[in-house]
């Protein structure tokens, strides 16, 4: 557990734990995706700004590169959060869900309140990380963002060997019943961390289907449809047009 001070007070404090360690081989080569750049800054930089910015959270922690904490300290240390919020950076573990748990060790006594948001998805509204905040302190143990599926989905029974090929289908559930999620997932902190402990030796995704496994209920809030992931070139293109329309727009 980090000792840390908490500058911004209020009511169950929330805080954000940003997993940041992957390398997003889907962008291509290069540096890992949370250091990429947008707009000239790297998504990582925009993604805490996100969570920094909303009025729930109180301190946003960054779980970095493995053998990198060093450098994306430096880094965020070039853009400091809004006063009030404190930033920290944690060395990650070699999966997501590792990740996530090196985070949620970092985080002081106080916070009963943690949302787990991508580092990929750096342009997530302010309000929407507040309205999963407020879920969550309003008594949901799990909260997630979500939108409804506007694609025709199919189901299949396994993926094609080799990948590419022809794909069975075996179903065609009723997509008014299906949501697309985003993040940041928010937690009651007691349930977040009685999940990890439980499936300590898995390699989860997703925090809320964590959860979801152990009994407790999840809760869908709307989304935003610019929380979306940036995971492909294309996913990067949009970005930096969306970003663009901000800073025009709002001076963002």
Do not use: C, W
Not at 12 to 40: E, N, S, T
Not at 161 to 177: F, I, K, Q, S
Not at 217 to 230: D, Q, R, S
């Amino acid at each position: 557990m980090t000792d840390i001070t908490l500058s911004r007070p209020g009511l169950a404090p929330a805080a954000a734990v940003i997993p940041a360690a992957g390398r997003g081989l889907r962008l291509g080569p290069g540096a890992p995706k949370a250091l990429r750049q947008l707009g000239g800054t790297p998504m990582l930089v925009h993604a805490v700004r996100a969570m920094a910015r909303a009025r729930a959270v109180a301190l946003v922690v960054v779980v970095a590169p493995p053998g990198e904490a060093e450098a994306v300290r430096s880094l965020l240390d070039e853009h400091p959060p809004p006063p009030g919020v404190d930033q920290v950076v944690v060395p990650g573990g070699d999966t997501r869900q590792e990740s996530v748990r090196l985070g949620l060790d970092a985080l002081p006594d106080e916070i009963e309140i943690v949302l787990v948001h991508d580092a990929a998805r750096p342009l997530v509204p302010v309000d929407t990380v507040d309205a999963v905040a407020a879920a969550v302190r309003a008594g949901a143990p799990a909260v997630v963002p979500a939108l409804p599926v506007t694609d025709t989905v199919k189901q299949i029974a396994a993926p094609s060997e080799p990948p590419g090929g022809p794909e069975p289908v075996v179903a065609t559930p009723d997509r008014a019943l299906l949501r697309a999620v985003q993040t940041p997932q928010g937690f009651d902190r007691a349930t977040l961390v009685a999940a990890h402990l439980k499936h300590a030796e898995g390699d989860a995704t997703d925090d809320a289907g964590m959860v979801e496994r152990m009994g407790v209920p999840v809760v869908l809030v709307p989304g935003h449809e610019e929380a979306f992931k940036v995971t492909r070139p294309l996913d990067l293109v949009l970005a930096e047009a969306v970003l663009a329309r901000r800073r025009k727009n709002d001076g963002y």
